[in-house]
């Protein structure tokens, strides 16, 4: 059998740096640029995406057939750990074992190695956005299914291996046990993928994990953000406008807006001449490639006008460029504080939760459009949501940008009428009050 390996010298891309002559050492795994570094007998690092991807590649030539291996995420498996599995698979292949990978690779890989490669392909192909998303992955599987599975052969774990990472959860965390399902099935799909096993995927709900647990339906009760009622928003408004961090909270409550999506806003996103905002594809949760366009109200605009612009961002924080995006919450509850009723129960020695959300007031929004009869489209288009399936949205192209903004000023008057109320009636008795101090009095000779 004749074994070569895939290149005799890597090049750093965008380079003529060779990098055959460099001894690779640990230290360097996570600072090496983009390019594929030939590290020894066959094994090179692969950088990809200005470094965010890194991972092992065992490429070698049998019978003139070029055979390439992932070996794992460099972020999780150790210089040492590659070059032991490279090694290994070179040293079968000298003796003749067969080179499919299902014979070749199953007898090492363990879950703990391969996982994160898994995710990091999720991640791109998914082209996720979200930082804390993609961390999420990571820590649920880090906590929940390595002390498990991690050490386990991923060829030769079975669904039960995965009820065993699921049962203890499955009744006391149903949202979190489901969400580790739903990953821990694109993960072996990925292995599957690979030829690191074969078809059977343990982590697969139907006719799989349906047999031995019930639908997450049955034991999970969806617990929705607590929304405040028009009336408490409209109590809250006078407090917002004191409260340090109120201006941004109004502002997201008046835009129906996320908080990711105001509080990050700059000064150059907005228009005033045409009343526009424009939020960049990077802050939109729906991944769309352009821009979103968020016609302001007046009462927008004019909370908009008497803010500082000193800096760039619109609500700066104290010592970061934008402002804490838990603050709006906490503000918000501030602002609107509930009392627990008597009769609440308490469950598992824990006081219910009856603090009001960012969240929830653009479910507030959602219900105000319903009950006052407003056209479903339009409202949803407020939130920026998708509206119906993929052909439905093909027809929806338009942004409805001047129904928008009817709408919205008709939140924003609904939501203002008791403060502006205030406002109003206060100058006309100033105006009366300064009235009759400059008036001559009844009977006199002026």
């Not at 990953?183 to 799989?208: M, T």
């Not at 028009?230 to 835009?255: D, H, N, S, Y």
């Amino acid at each position: 059998m004749r074994v070569h390996f895939g290149y005799t010298r890597g090049y750093i891309l965008g380079t003529s740096k060779m990098t055959d002559n460099i001894k690779i050492k640990q230290s360097d795994v996570l600072k090496l640029p983009t390019g594929k570094h030939f590290v020894d007998k066959g094994l090179y690092l692969l950088v990809r995406n200005d470094g965010s991807s890194r991972s092992w590649v065992y490429k070698r030539t049998v019978n003139g057939q070029v055979l390439t291996r992932g070996l794992g995420s460099a972020y999780e498996v150790t210089l040492r750990q590659a070059k032991a599995a490279a090694e290994k698979i070179h040293a079968e292949n000298l003796n003749g074992v067969p080179t499919r990978q299902t014979d070749v690779i199953k007898k090492f890989r363990k879950f703990s190695q391969h996982y994160a490669e898994a995710i990091e392909a999720r991640r791109q192909t998914a082209q996720w956005r979200n930082v804390k998303h993609t961390n999420q992955w990571y820590s649920t599987i880090r906590t929940y299914v390595l002390p498990i599975i991690g050490d386990k052969n991923l060829a030769e774990i079975t669904p039960e291996n995965i009820l065993e990472v699921l049962e203890p959860i499955w009744y006391t965390k149903s949202d979190t046990a489901e969400k580790i399902r739903q990953r821990l099935k694109v993960i072996f799909d990925y292995f599957i993928r690979q030829g690191w096993r074969d078809k059977s995927n343990p982590a697969a709900w139907d006719g799989n994990l349906e047999f031995n647990l019930p639908s997450i339906k049955k034991v999970h009760t969806v617990k929705h953000h607590i929304a405040a009622s028009i009336a408490e928003i409209r109590k809250a408004v006078p407090k917002l406008m004191e409260l340090k961090g109120g201006q941004a909270t109004l502002f997201g409550i008046l835009t129906a807006t996320r908080c990711e999506e105001f509080c990050d806003a700059l000064w150059s996103e907005i228009d005033f001449k045409k009343r526009l905002w424009t939020i960049p594809p990077s802050r939109r949760k729906d991944g769309k490639p352009e821009d979103y366009i968020v016609p302001l109200s007046r009462q927008a605009i004019d909370l908009l006008q008497s803010l500082d612009r000193k800096k760039a961002a619109i609500f700066p924080g104290r010592i970061a460029t934008f402002i804490n995006r838990e603050t709006p919450r906490i503000t918000l509850q501030r602002a609107i504080q509930r009392d627990i009723p008597k009769n609440a129960k308490i469950v598992n020695g824990k006081k219910p939760r009856f603090k009001v959300t960012m969240h929830g007031c653009r479910s507030t929004f959602r219900d105000w459009a319903a009950e006052a009869g407003k056209d479903y489209v339009t409202s949803e288009k407020c939130l920026m949501h998708k509206v119906g399936n993929e052909v439905t949205s093909a027809y929806l192209r338009s942004d409805l940008i001047k129904r928008r903004r009817q709408l919205l000023q008709q939140w924003a008057d609904m939501v203002m009428k008791t403060y502006e109320g205030r406002q109003q009636k206060a100058l006309k008795d100033c105006v009366t009050t300064n009235s009759a101090v400059n008036s001559p009095a009844i009977g006199s000779n002026a």
